[in-house]
């Protein structure tokens, strides 16, 4: 059995989001219905839509920042009950088995994660997962997270993907009270990596191109703003950085920001999905400093993020819009044109 959903949605990579009607699958034993509320708007929700990295299976539902309450549970379920806030982020399934989902990296799953749009459906035969932008999911118990009541809930959307790909590398490599920080850009991932990494008591310094942005970085909690195209600044930064949060979508040189890493440190790429500019491997060499690269989080990571998120009453910079304007809203988010992310209000969709 299955119930028809309203969506918005492409059928094809030339074609502006629209509205469909999709199919979720009736609530199994282990499963949760959501009522979703908000949903947040990512650059990769536009990459898929466009198919700008190939292997887009259409029609395409996108939306992994979704925020709802439960309205039905299955009878395996007993840790969430109907009415609860609740939260699913780029994930709705995995092997459960692999040795990294049973070290609690459902993200790295060997056998690979079902993401929560654009995966094939191990439901519905034939079918592929459909995302947030609709007004209902059915999601596996497993990777439904709970939302706390005391934040914005509107706000808390893009924590589930802008907030854990930032919080997972902090975490992962111990970043604590007074180790100096670079956030490098500062859009979706850098604005949530700076506000992170103070709340952990780092001394945080946005690396920026544009001076314009310095008011806004130090509103948000960095003590420092480094300009990167003035090299006597840069100059003046040089083997100082005990941890760099590279946010930086596209590709581009890295050996200045190499340069400002201490001995030993990391720096950790979460925003180039695609080739960057050769370096020079003895800036790495001379100081046995390291590049990583960093994908989400695990269910278990996520589920601490927001209990600190909540503690600390961290959420998203969002500018809330209605659905019927979601094709606008691309078209911003590709200029840059949002401070500092899109979520959509879902109640839109009775308009």
Request: include cysteine; charge should be negative; glycine fraction near 10%.
């Amino acid at each position: 059995m299955s119930t028809k959903t309203k969506a918005y949605g492409v059928q094809s990579e030339k074609e502006l989001l629209k509205p469909l009607d999709i199919i979720r699958r009736e609530v199994g034993a282990n499963d949760i219905k959501i009522d979703i509320s908000f949903c947040g708007v990512c650059h990769s929700d536009i990459h898929t839509a466009r198919n700008e990295w190939g292997g887009s299976k259409y029609p395409v539902v996108p939306g992994h920042e979704i925020i709802g309450r439960v309205i039905e549970v299955g009878e395996n379920v007993h840790d969430f009950k109907v009415g609860a806030l609740v939260g699913v982020g780029c994930m709705v399934d995995s092997c459960h088995n692999c040795d990294q989902c049973h070290n609690n990296l459902e993200q790295y799953c060997e056998k690979g994660a079902t993401f929560t749009y654009n995966s094939r459906d191990k439901h519905i035969r034939g079918q592929y997962t459909y995302g947030g932008y609709s007004t209902q999911i059915v999601v596996d118990k497993e990777f439904v997270l709970r939302i706390p009541e005391n934040i914005d809930a509107a706000a808390a959307a893009p924590l589930l993907c802008a907030g854990i790909t930032t919080w997972s590398p902090l975490r992962h490599w111990n970043v604590k009270k007074g180790d100096k920080v670079g956030v490098i850009g500062l859009g979706g991932l850098g604005h949530m990596g700076v506000k992170f990494a103070n709340a952990l008591g780092a001394h945080v310094v946005m690396i920026t191109t544009s001076p314009s942005k310095a008011e806004d970085a130090k509103n948000l909690g960095a003590h420092e703003v480094l300009i990167s195209k003035d090299e006597e600044e840069m100059s003046k930064h040089k083997n100082s950085f005990d941890f760099i949060l590279n946010t930086i979508p596209v590709g581009h040189k890295i050996d200045p920001y190499i340069a400002l890493l201490k001995n030993d440190a990391t720096m950790v790429l979460v925003g180039a999905i695609e080739p960057l500019d050769p370096f020079h491997g003895g800036s790495l060499i001379r100081g046995r400093k390291r590049i990583s690269g960093s994908l989400i989080g695990g269910i278990k990571e996520t589920q601490e993020m927001l209990d600190f998120c909540g503690e600390h009453n961290i959420v998203s910079d969002i500018e809330l819009i209605n659905i019927q304007d979601i094709n606008e809203a691309y078209d911003r988010v590709v200029k840059a044109d949002v401070k500092y992310r899109f979520v959509i209000d879902m109640t839109s969709f009775k308009n």
